[in-house]
């Protein structure tokens, strides 16, 4: 049968071996304008960690969508965020998501949360010749369920371009509007009431959704939250339980007090 | 041995006769396409017989545990990089196997020189809806034949696997539940295992349900579940007797 690969259950080795390893492109000097992706966050609350995104995509000043999912399930207890250059970005998700469930599958059992963490670092390091050129960065969070407690715990990881990756304690944000959204969670962990990780399943959808209304007014390549036009963020929710989706349904129930 | 054709033939043969012999003793696996999805079962004495391919895809078998590894890993591989480099949607079993697995397990099969694969086995696909699941059933020389009647049968010889198959196809007709299904499969394991006939000899239904009970004890029964509906495209899940209500 076919040859096995270098590293058991590694998917991008696999890729290699067939010459199709994605992000293996040279950049060129006159790259067009790039499309831009912003912006996302993540903090715990009681029941878990939420993960939010607003849906606008940029390129220059000119606004292309309004419909994009920023915040992608790689797996059952696995979510990615992105902020950044989507078509790296969203080439990094399709790459981890075959890549966990390769490993699963092939290995008969899970992919432990280190690894995962560090499969994005990896990703990101493959796409440094792309970022030092300024092109295809990408700057993303990442949500996973540690198994090695019980039960199982959600938590959050930001990156920097390079690939380095740093637990995030209380929340991480990322993208250009994500100064707003650091400054306000850093505040309501400080000296709200209640505090986001006190916050119930309701309370944190109505938080995540308030604070992407105002990094919105401060960031135009934040695409914001507006009910009256059934505009709403990607939000998903990380608990022990697996991977969720709050539905634009839902948003719109919880965003009232 | 190779210079003369009919040398050739004879080594062939000689092959298959080697093979069946060292498959004799396999635990049969068995796949029954149910309105809700798919159920796969096998029994097996610590190795596992029931596996996930891919989102909508599974394999049961029996043979050497080594060899059905290499198979699964095979599959694994061609339909993930499939995925990857195309869409999930376009990974079918059909083409996994017509022009991946069969061709592969033929060439190692008629290589004489070579071990050969000593492996039975079944793969299965999900449909989309119910009635439009593909049931393989491959052989060690790369043979296939898609499975009709919505039930899949894998034993080491050929005749009581057929007759087990017919009887099944009886069996499950209209039947929807998961355990007894589950049941019923085992029933017919134990009849495959104790070289029973399916025919008129066949035990009463008590007697077969207290076989298969007895004669599980210290193995391990292993079901796959391919579930039609769900929030994932992954929709495989290993499901234990009490989940099936046994």
């Given at each position: 049968?076919?040859?096995?690969?270098?590293?058991?259950?590694?998917?991008?080795?696999?890729?290699?071996?067939?010459?199709?390893?994605?992000?293996?492109?040279?950049?060129?000097?006159?790259?067009?304008?790039?499309?831009?992706?912003?912006?996302?966050?993540?903090?715990?609350f009681a029941?878990?960690?939420?993960?939010?995104?607003?849906?606008?995509?940029?390129?220059?000043?000119?606004?292309?969508?309004?419909?994009?999912?920023?915040?992608?399930?790689?797996?059952?207890?696995?979510?990615?965020?992105?902020?950044?250059?989507?078509?790296?970005?969203?080439?990094?998700?399709?790459?981890?998501?075959?890549?966990?469930?390769?490993?699963?599958?092939?290995?008969?059992?899970?992919?432990?949360?280190?690894?995962?963490?560090?499969?994005?670092?990896?990703?990101?390091?493959?796409?440094?010749?792309?970022?030092?050129?300024?092109?295809?960065?990408?700057?993303?969070?990442?949500?996973?369920?540690?198994?090695?407690?019980?039960?199982?715990?959600?938590?959050?990881?930001?990156?920097?371009?390079?690939?380095?990756?740093?637990?995030?304690?209380?929340?991480?944000?990322?993208?250009?509007?994500?100064?707003?959204?650091?400054?306000?969670?850093?505040?309501q962990e400080?000296f709200g009431q209640p505090r986001p990780s006190q916050m119930n399943?309701?309370e944190a959808?109505?938080f995540?959704?308030?604070?992407?209304?105002?990094?919105?007014?401060?960031?135009?390549?934040?695409?914001?939250?507006?009910?009256?036009?059934?505009?709403?963020?990607?939000?998903?929710?990380?608990?022990?339980?697996?991977?969720?989706?709050?539905?634009?349904?839902?948003?719109?129930?919880?965003?009232?007090? | 041995?190779?210079?003369?054709?009919?040398?050739?033939?004879?080594?062939?043969?000689?092959?298959?006769?080697?093979?069946?012999?060292?498959?004799?003793?396999?635990?049969?696996?068995?796949?029954?396409?149910?309105?809700?999805?798919?159920?796969?079962?096998?029994?097996?004495?610590?190795?596992?017989?029931?596996?996930?391919?891919?989102?909508?895809?599974?394999?049961?078998?029996?043979?050497?545990?080594?060899?059905?590894?290499?198979?699964?890993?095979?599959?694994?591989?061609?339909?993930?990089?499939?995925?990857?480099?195309?869409?999930?949607?376009?990974?079918?079993?059909?083409?996994?196997?017509?022009?991946?697995?069969?061709?592969?397990?033929?060439?190692?099969?008629?290589?004489?020189?070579?071990?050969?694969?000593?492996?039975?086995?079944?793969?299965?696909?999900?449909?989309?809806?119910?009635?439009?699941?593909?049931?393989?059933?491959?052989?060690?020389?790369?043979?296939?034949?898609?499975?009709?009647?919505?039930?899949?049968?894998?034993?080491?010889?050929?005749?009581?696997?057929?007759?087990?198959?017919?009887?099944?196809?009886?069996?499950?007709?209209?039947?929807?539940?998961?355990?007894?299904?589950?049941?019923?499969?085992?029933?017919?394991?134990?009849?495959?295992?104790?070289?029973?006939?399916?025919?008129?000899?066949?035990?009463?239904?008590?007697?077969?349900?207290?076989?298969?009970?007895?004669?599980?004890?210290?193995?391990?029964?292993?079901?796959?579940?391919?579930?039609?509906?769900?929030?994932?495209?992954?929709?495989?899940?290993?499901?234990?007797?009490?989940?099936?209500?046994?």
């Amino acid at each position: 049968m076919s040859a096995p690969t270098p590293i058991a259950g590694d998917f991008l080795s696999l890729l290699a071996a067939h010459n199709v390893a994605p992000l293996r492109v040279e950049a060129s000097p006159n790259a067009p304008v790039q499309l831009q992706a912003t912006t996302v966050f993540g903090f715990h609350f009681a029941e878990g960690v939420l993960m939010a995104g607003d849906r606008r995509a940029t390129a220059g000043n000119l606004i292309v969508t309004d419909r994009v999912e920023k915040v992608i399930e790689i797996d059952s207890t696995s979510v990615l965020a992105i902020a950044g250059v989507p078509a790296t970005a969203f080439e990094m998700a399709r790459a981890l998501q075959t890549s966990f469930e390769y490993y699963r599958r092939s290995q008969l059992q899970r992919l432990s949360l280190p690894a995962k963490v560090r499969a994005l670092a990896r990703l990101l390091r493959d796409n440094l010749p792309m970022t030092l050129q300024g092109v295809g960065v990408v700057v993303p969070l990442f949500a996973g369920l540690d198994f090695t407690l019980t039960p199982p715990k959600p938590q959050v990881f930001f990156y920097d371009p390079l690939g380095a990756q740093f637990e995030a304690v209380g929340y991480a944000a990322s993208g250009s509007g994500s100064g707003t959204i650091r400054s306000i969670l850093s505040y309501q962990e400080q000296f709200g009431q209640p505090r986001p990780s006190q916050m119930n399943l309701r309370e944190a959808v109505r938080f995540a959704l308030r604070l992407l209304m105002v990094a919105s007014e401060f960031d135009s390549a934040t695409g914001g939250v507006n009910p009256a036009a059934q505009t709403f963020a990607t939000l998903k929710v990380l608990d022990a339980a697996g991977v969720r989706t709050i539905t634009d349904a839902q948003q719109a129930e919880y965003i009232n007090p | 041995m190779t210079e003369e054709p009919y040398r050739w033939l004879e080594a062939v043969a000689n092959r298959r006769e080697y093979v069946r012999e060292q498959l004799k003793g396999g635990s049969p696996v068995f796949a029954a396409a149910l309105p809700e999805g798919v159920l796969l079962l096998g029994v097996g004495s610590g190795h596992s017989k029931v596996f996930e391919l891919f989102d909508r895809l599974a394999l049961a078998g029996l043979g050497h545990p080594a060899d059905i590894e290499k198979v699964r890993q095979a599959a694994i591989d061609a339909a993930h990089v499939e995925a990857f480099t195309r869409a999930p949607e376009d990974v079918s079993l059909r083409r996994l196997i017509s022009f991946g697995l069969s061709a592969q397990l033929k060439a190692n099969f008629e290589q004489i020189y070579a071990a050969p694969f000593l492996v039975e086995l079944l793969l299965i696909e999900l449909g989309i809806e119910a009635g439009t699941d593909a049931i393989f059933r491959l052989h060690f020389d790369g043979a296939y034949q898609l499975q009709t009647g919505g039930v899949g049968v894998a034993a080491s010889q050929a005749d009581s696997e057929e007759e087990c198959r017919a009887w099944l196809v009886r069996e499950l007709a209209g039947k929807a539940d998961r355990g007894a299904v589950v049941d019923l499969l085992l029933q017919a394991w134990w009849v495959l295992t104790e070289k029973r006939a399916f025919g008129e000899a066949l035990p009463a239904v008590a007697e077969r349900q207290a076989g298969w009970r007895a004669a599980v004890a210290g193995k391990v029964i292993e079901i796959g579940w391919l579930a039609r509906r769900g929030p994932r495209a992954a929709r495989y899940e290993p499901l234990t007797l009490a989940q099936v209500g046994l």
